[in-house]
Nanobody, 116 residues
Framework: QVQLVESGGGLVQAGGSLRLSCAAS????????MGWYRQAPGKQRDLVAV???????NYAESVKGRFTISRDSAKNTVYLQMNSLKPEDTAVYYC??????????WGQGTQVTVSS
């Protein structure tokens, strides 16, 4: 059973930084893609950033230049470095992984709150 455990959320002032971590229960290279999504109250869950097994990355337009997704294969962990945070970045952030282009796995979510 795949487990994804997020950490690193919290409360930060606008302009500040946070780093989210997503620790997987197995090798991150067993997944086609891993990434981060976020969901604000009353809104749908949206893609924030993804990284493929080959290392390619993709970002939502709203976070380009501010957020960076990376990975540490030795720790089976994917990170999301978030800089220049804005109040509109406030949401629950979820780690996601896809295996065999068919099976989706989600973490439990971590709250990020950015105060103005």
């Amino acid at each position: 059973q795949v487990q994804l455990v997020e950490s690193g959320g919290g409360l930060v002032q606008a302009g500040g930084s946070l780093r989210l971590s997503c620790a997987a229960s197995g090798s991150i290279f067993s997944f086609n893609v891993m990434g981060w999504y976020r969901q604000a109250p009353g809104k749908q869950r949206d893609l924030v950033a993804v990284i493929s097994s080959g290392g390619g990355t993709n970002y939502a337009e709203s976070v380009k230049g501010r957020f960076t997704i990376s990975r540490d294969s030795a720790k089976n962990t994917v990170y999301l470095q978030m800089n220049s945070l804005k109040p509109e970045d406030t949401a629950v952030y979820y780690c996601h992984a896809r295996r065999n282009w068919a099976s989706d796995y989600w973490g439990q979510g971590t709250q990020v709150t950015v105060s103005s």
